[in-house]
C-alpha cells in the first residue's frame, strides 16, 4: 500500500492537495488508534476529519465519564485536527455525531452549541450506536471547507 505523506505544519490549502489525498496529523489530538487518519485534505475545497472521542491527548484517558465533558474534548480534539490542516470549526459544513445511548442527546447537544453558535450551523445527522472505541459515550466526525 502507498504511503501518503503527512501535511506539513504549513496551513493546508486547496491548491496543495490538489495533488492526491493527504493525511492531516496532529499532536493536539489523540493518534489514531486504528488504521485511519485524524484527517485528509482531498482533491477539492474539503477536509475530511476522523471521528473523534473526548480522548484527552496529554493524558491517553478520556475527559470524564459524562457525555458533556466528552463531547467538549471531542470538539477540542476535532478543532486541533482541522486547524492542522489549514481549516477551522468555523468551516464545518457537516457533522455526525455518534452517540451510545441518545438519551445523553441534551446534554451532548448543549456542549456542541457552544462550539457551533454561530448560524448557520453545520449540516449534522446523530445517530445511537452499540458501541464506540474505548467505550466512549460520543464521537464526532467532521467535514469543513477551505474559505
Keep these: 500500500m502507498e504511503q501518503r505523506k503527512p501535511v506539513s505544519s504549513e496551513p493546508n490549502h486547496p491548491t496543495r492537495a ?5 493525511e492531516v496529523r496532529t499532536e493536539a489530538a489523540p493518534a ?51 486547524e492542522a490542516g ?25 456542549v456542541y452549541r457552544e462550539f457551533f453558535a454561530a448560524d448557520p450551523a453545520p449540516a449534522r445527522s446523530c445517530v445511537q450506536v452499540a458501541g464506540l472505541p474505548l467505550n466512549a459515550l460520543v464521537e464526532i466526525e467532521a467535514v469543513a471547507c477551505y474559505r
Design 18 to 22: 490538489e495533488a492526491g489525498p493527504q
Design 32 to 82: 489514531p488508534v486504528g488504521p485511519y487518519s485524524q484527517g485528509i485534505a482531498a482533491a477539492g475545497p474539503f477536509l475530511f476529519a476522523a471521528g473523534q472521542v473526548g480522548l484527552d491527548p496529554k493524558t491517553g484517558k478520556l475527559a470524564g465519564e459524562d457525555v458533556a465533558s466528552q463531547t467538549r474534548q471531542a470538539l477540542l480534539n476535532l478543532k486541533a485536527v482541522l
Design 86 to 110: 489549514g481549516t477551522s470549526l468555523a468551516n464545518v459544513v457537516k457533522t455526525t455525531v455518534f452517540l451510545a445511548d441518545m438519551k445523553d442527546f441534551a446534554a451532548m447537544n448543549a
